[in-house]
């Protein structure tokens, strides 16, 4: 069973290659600026096609580490991860692909008091063909510009709760290019893992006979469901149950069926709020 999703063309391609650093800068301060609530990132393009989403890692004090970009389909794209200076301040992100070798270094700092981004590949090279700089020209309303030219205005939307909800993409006229959807926790993650279910802590084994178990600890009366995907988006195998007591808990992922070594997808939802995304390696 494949997951059913549009896949970008090549015109989204070439356009995703020109916003994709804008967006990994708003992922940036979305994070910074909620505190670590965000769950995920989702893109669209203006006639409302999925083109990207993006996850986020947390370490166990809520500060975001890294992010995982998926194509709609949840094909695995690239892994960024984020380093920060003794402030707690992003200088920089590397981001790899799915054998950990380099695709491009980002660099992020300030420029004439505004926050910049230099995107260089492995060749030293910009892929925007220049750095960009981002600057808040109103409340919620920021302005991206390149070479001393707007390029791009993205304004947030929030929730009357004040929580944020998504953003906007324009082109310098107003014209709507590409907006993101975000999704929130209520609380903090905690090594990818939603702070509302803090002693989850899923552990993953493979036993003798080729099946996999998944281990968990839910606090309260509890439906829980566990999904393993191939990183192409397929499904391999799903385990649910219903109404599990409080205490640590154990299924089996794989469904009766024998396992290849390789890597995949596992997530993990608990009463249907998606609380666990994560790589899972099996060797054997």
């Known amino acids: 069973m494949k997951l059913q999703a549009t896949r970008p063309s090549l015109k989204d391609v070439v356009m995703i290659k020109k916003i994709f650093g804008i967006v990994g800068l708003a992922a940036i301060l ?3 600026a909620f505190g670590g609530g965000i769950d995920r990132v989702d893109i669209f393009d203006n006639a409302g096609n999925h083109l990207l989403f993006i996850t986020f890692d947390y370490d166990s004090e809520g500060n975001n ?3 995982t970009v998926y194509a ?3 094909t695995f794209l690239r892994y960024t991860s984020i380093v920060k200076d003794g402030n707690g301040n992003v200088t ?4 790899v692909d799915y054998d950990d070798n380099t695709l491009f270094k980002t660099s992020i700092g300030l420029q004439n008091d505004k926050t910049s981004l230099s995107i260089k590949d492995k060749f ?3 892929i925007l063909g220049a750095p960009i700089s981002i600057d808040k020209s109103s409340v919620g309303e920021y302005s991206v510009s390149q070479s001393g030219s707007m390029i791009y205005k993205q304004k947030y939307e929030y929730t009357n709760d004040g929580m944020l909800k998504r953003i906007n ?3 310098p006229s107003g014209i709507p290019l590409y907006y993101a959807t975000i999704s929130q926790s209520t609380g903090t993650i905690q090594g ?3 702070k509302v279910h803090p002693q989850l802590a899923p552990v993953f084994r493979a036993v003798s006979n080729g ?3 998944v281990s968990f600890t839910v606090v309260t009366l509890s439906d829980v469901k566990v999904e393993l995907f191939t990183l192409s988006g397929g499904l391999i195998s799903k385990a649910t149950a219903s109404s599990l007591a409080a205490g640590r808990r154990t299924l089996e992922v794989s469904q009766n069926r024998q396992l290849r070594a390789g890597t995949y997808i596992a997530r993990i939802s608990v009463n249907n709020s998606q609380v666990y995304h994560d790589r899972l390696m099996l060797v054997r």
């Open 192 to 194: 990818g893992i939603q």
């Open 211 to 213: 099946k996999l178990l």
């Open 124 to 126: 030293d090279m910009e």
């Open 72 to 74: 709609s389909d949840s």
């Open 65 to 67: 580490t890294g992010r």
């Open 169 to 171: 993409y324009t082109d």
């Open 30 to 32: 979305c994070v910074q």
């Open 92 to 95: 920089s992100e590397n981001s």
